[in-house]
């Protein structure tokens, strides 16, 4: 079974700073998906970042972005300036990439994430 | 604009009573999925269908089941519902493209079980 570790239940960060929630993985694929979800309070969860194993290029989406470390296992969330509106709990998951999982996501126990003012 | 709508948002039900809980999903995707969300356990994935008529346990399938009769309807049903499945209750879905694996999630459904 693949399992995928967030150490950091709560996290807090000031308007305007940097953050980083951290997540690992275990795993004896190769070739699969890993993924950054937010889910703000009372709302739906909703994909932020999505990295594929076999690049090497860390994924980007505006102030989102990873350090997808492969041989460590792990794969973190950088978020820089932080808004309000990035208060939320974010889970990490991951995907093998076979025909056999059927799009099937492991998640991780998720990070809370405050910002405040 | 892309939508998984779960038909109740807050139920409360008595020990041993027969819960359904309805999802339904307008991108036409193949996969659709049934989470139970605990604080401190993240997501657990209970029944899992790639298609019509199709399910697969996930894993905590114990004391629930699924059915999907038409492609974009995904049932929870809850035979007798007890106090420790109390929860809220994810429905995603995804297309049946497992290269993108992004899921699409419902509003979610808080069921008390008293």
């Known amino acids: 079974a693949q399992t995928v570790t967030q150490s950091q239940p709560e996290m807090s960060v000031q308007e305007a700073e940097t953050v980083t929630l951290s997540c690992t993985y275990d795993t004896s694929e190769n070739n699969y998906y890993l993924f950054w979800y937010k889910q703000p309070p009372s709302r739906q969860m909703i994909l932020v970042i999505r990295q594929e194993a076999y690049k090497q290029q860390n994924a980007t989406e505006n102030r989102f972005s990873v350090n997808f470390q492969k041989a460590a296992k792990s794969f973190s969330l950088k978020i820089s300036d932080s808004q309000l509106g990035d208060t939320a709990m974010y889970f990490c998951a991951f995907m093998k990439h076979v025909s056999s999982t059927l799009g099937r996501l492991y998640f991780g126990r998720g990070t809370q994430l405050t910002v405040w003012p | 604009d892309v939508k998984v709508t779960q038909s109740s948002r807050y139920l409360v039900k008595r020990t041993g009573e027969k819960v359904f809980l309805e999802c339904v999903q307008d991108?036409?995707?193949?996969?659709m999925f049934w989470y139970r969300q605990d604080p401190g356990l993240g997501l657990r994935l209970i029944y899992f269908s790639y298609d019509v008529k199709m399910k697969e346990k996930g894993d905590i399938p114990e004391g629930y089941s699924v059915s999907r009769e038409k492609k974009e309807r995904f049932s929870l049903i809850l035979e007798s519902a007890s106090t420790n499945q109390t929860s809220m209750y994810l429905c995603a879905s995804s297309s049946g493209d497992r290269g993108t694996g992004e899921l699409f999630f419902g509003e979610g459904s808080r069921l008390t079980v008293l």
């Open positions: 991108m036409d995707h193949e996969n």
